[in-house]
């Protein structure tokens, strides 16, 4: 059972920027897909961002431009560069690791928006 677990998330101001990051407990580089999700009060969970082994990230329209999705496999953790942020960023973040047969979900990490 791989444990993942997520930080840094906390409170920004709008126009802020802010680094999240999974730690998972065994190597990250047999996952086929690694993802970022996040929720907001009242709403469905939303893909933010994913990064499939050997290809291009890619994000959902609302952070297109602002996210940035990455990995360090040696140190078996997977970033979220978040910049510009917005009130709308506001949620918990979630991280997701998929392999076939296998699918790992983080905690959460709460991220509030608000001057």
């Known amino acids: 059972q791989v444990q993942l677990v997520e930080s840094g998330g906390g409170l920004v101001q709008p126009g802020g920027s802010l680094r999240l990051s999974c730690v998972a407990s065994e190597s990250i580089s047999s996952f086929i897909i690694m993802a970022w999700y996040r929720q907001a009060p009242g709403k469905q969970r939303e893909l933010v961002a994913t990064?499939?082994?050997?290809?291009?990230?890619n994000y959902g329209d609302s952070v297109k431009g602002r996210f940035t999705i990455s990995t360090d496999n040696a140190k078996n953790t997977m970033y979220l560069q978040m910049n510009s942020v917005k009130p709308e960023d506001t949620a918990v973040y979630y991280c997701n690791m998929w392999k076939p047969g296998q699918n790992y979900w983080g905690q959460g990490t709460q991220v509030t928006v608000s001057s």
């Open positions: 990064i499939p082994r050997g290809a291009a990230p």
